[in-house]
């Protein structure tokens, strides 16, 4: 029973990061991302008032939230940002299987060496070894394909123009913002109270968020009719908003259990990673080469032995 509570937050993150991909992968390019973005806040707003007092009959959400640090307020304004680099880093062209997969070894970088320097956290043979064994894994997964020479020789045309570097600023542009984010949102979870209800925090971090999207899209929209600009939203909108309630807790739930920052971070990673390959394959066609398959089992040894510690 002990381990299944220590198991349930990984898992329920991996899945609510899953949906959460295709989520924003489905987001429709013509709404303004933020006003999207904040009809997701309000839905996920609603959902944790709603699981606050299921979970607490005859609670009093104010008083629980005022038990809440300067955390849930950083907290959303890092929220936006992961959001809105997950719908760009769709929209720029990445594949599911590989945009968000290279973003998550870059937090994993940086979450041990924040984890370690900062948290106390223990570096063991062990560990340091999984992984380096599951970045290892997940760069194979990534690795573009060997290009012809011909391919090669068309290439230096582009590049002579400066097209091909400008559009590879394009692309790397949402997974820098996508690293820095979930970077900053992973040392701000895991200072978040202990004795705060969990959904009573997650509902002041969305508040937080609707205010800040609000703000963006007011600044960022040439459009400034937001009741028009989210009629061009779809089913995306909600279940993204779901998606996120299910990330916040399970994040929030997984600290609370034990799990290093370190630890807890990367193989929800690395399972999340091995999840999108099969799911871009299956559903959205993508390649699924030997290499990419081999990363995989690279990366679930990585898995095994971080797991060990």
């Known amino acids: 029973m002990e381990l299944l509570i220590f198991i349930a937050p990984l898992l329920l993150n991996v899945f609510g990061n ?19 973005l904040s009809l997701s806040y309000m839905v996920g707003m609603v959902l944790c008032v709603i699981l606050f007092f299921v979970t607490n009959p005859g609670g009093d959400i104010l008083a629980a939230v005022s038990k809440a640090n300067w955390a849930s307020y950083v907290l959303g304004l890092t929220i936006v940002f992961i959001d809105l680099a997950l719908i760009l880093l769709y929209r720029v062209g990445w594949d599911v299987s590989i945009g968000s997969l290279i973003a998550n070894i870059g937090v994993s970088l940086m979450s041990v060496v924040v984890g370690v320097a900062c948290f106390g956290e223990a570096m063991t043979v062990m560990k340091g070894s999984g992984i380096v064994v599951c970045i290892l894994g997940l760069y194979v997964v990534n690795a573009p394909e060997k290009k012809s020479k011909t391919a090669v ?21 949402p997974v820098v913002l996508m690293i820095v984010a979930n970077l ?59 998606c996120l309630v299910c990330l916040e807790v399970s ?59």
Do not use: H
């Open 184 to 242: 900053a949102y992973s040392i701000t979870a895991k200072v978040t109270p202990s004795d705060v209800d969990t959904f009573a925090s997650v509902a002041l971090t969305y508040l937080v968020c609707i205010v800040y999207a609000l703000l963006m899209f007011f600044i960022t929209s040439k459009n400034k009719n937001y009741f028009k600009e989210i009629k061009k939203a779809n089913w995306t909108a909600p279940v993204l908003g779901a």
């Open 251 to 309: 994040t929030i739930l997984l600290f609370r259990v034990g799990w290093d920052l370190s630890v807890g971070l990367l193989l929800a990673y690395v399972l999340l990673a091995i999840v999108l390959v099969i799911l871009g394959r299956v559903a959205y066609k993508e390649k699924l080469t030997k290499k990419r398959l081999i990363g995989i089992g690279i990366a679930l040894v990585g898995v095994i032995l971080v797991s060990l510690v």
């Open 153 to 173: 020789l068309e290439g230096e045309e582009t590049k002579s123009n400066g097209k091909g570097k400008k559009k590879n600023l394009i692309m790397w542009m």
């Open 18 to 36: 899953t949906i959460y991909n295709v989520a924003g992968k489905g987001t429709p390019e013509k709404v303004n991302s933020f006003a999207s």
